[in-house]
């Protein structure tokens, strides 16, 4: 059972914004830690896309955008492109300094 | 370039063991926290394990305690994972990754490919 609440699927047409939600608790995101995103496309390993809530690794494009506020993150995608279909994870820690991951929210562009 | 790539995986009976190790080439491992994190097929990501830089700070999520250990050998730019009581819930593709800066709460900023490790009789 994922500490960190994320919807199952999120889909959108081409061009369109979508935002994926990712709850947590007082004692995880609540708490202060720094949430992280991450990108899975189809059959390969995770990719850093979104870090410290707000920031993007270099080479990300501007269309991905994260927030925090209270026990929640979020997740933006602007502009929807064919090639952002891929499962999306968030990540933080908890008080006993442990990792925690949400549960995933595949992305679909219609 | 910078690369992770992961190896030691395959078949084990239910029980028994399995060592894990991750090489690394392009940076310096001596520099940076380590992680080990799974995902079972067509699931999501958990969580295994993290090592402070000289292996001597670790942490193991509570579903691997005591059954997993994680170490380091910085002179062999390799990490480690000693799976042992092995479980068929154990049984996932395990990526090593590295924390973008001294911190356990760093992102991880780069992953290995994974590799499979199944539990079955």
């Known amino acids: 059972q994922s500490m960190l609440t994320q919807p199952p699927s999120v889909s959108g047409a081409p061009g369109q914004s979508i935002t994926i939600s990712c709850t947590g608790r007082s004692s995880n995101i609540g708490a202060g830690y720094d949430v992280h995103w991450y990108q899975q496309l189809p059959g390969t390993a995770p990719k850093l896309l979104i870090y410290?809530?707000?920031n993007r690794p270099s080479g990300v494009p501007e269309r991905f955008s994260g927030s925090k506020s209270g026990t929640s993150a979020s997740l933006a995608i602007t502009g929807l492109q064919a090639e952002d279909e891929a499962d999306y994870y968030c990540?933080?820690?908890?008080?006993?300094?442990?990792?925690?991951f949400g549960g995933g929210t595949k992305v679909t562009v219609l | 370039q910078m690369q992770l790539v992961e190896s030691g995986g395959g078949l084990v009976t239910p029980g028994g063991s399995l060592r894990l190790s991750c090489t690394v080439s392009g940076f310096t491992l001596s520099d940076y926290y380590m992680t080990w994190i799974r995902q079972i097929p067509g699931k999501g990501l958990e969580w295994v394990s993290y090592t402070g830089t000289t292996g001597a700070y670790t942490n193991y999520a509570d579903s691997v305690k005591g059954r997993f250990t994680i170490s380091r050998d910085n002179s062999k730019n390799s990490l480690y994972l000693q799976m042992s009581s092995l479980r068929g819930e154990d049984t996932a593709v395990y990526y090593c990754?590295?924390?973008?800066?001294?911190?356990?709460?760093?992102?991880?900023?780069?992953w290995g490919h994974g590799i499979l490790v199944t539990v079955s009789s």
């Open positions: 410290n809530n707000i």
């Open positions: 990754a590295r924390l973008a800066v001294r911190s356990v709460t760093a992102p991880f900023d780069f």
């Open positions: 990540q933080s820690y908890d008080n006993n300094m442990n990792v925690v």
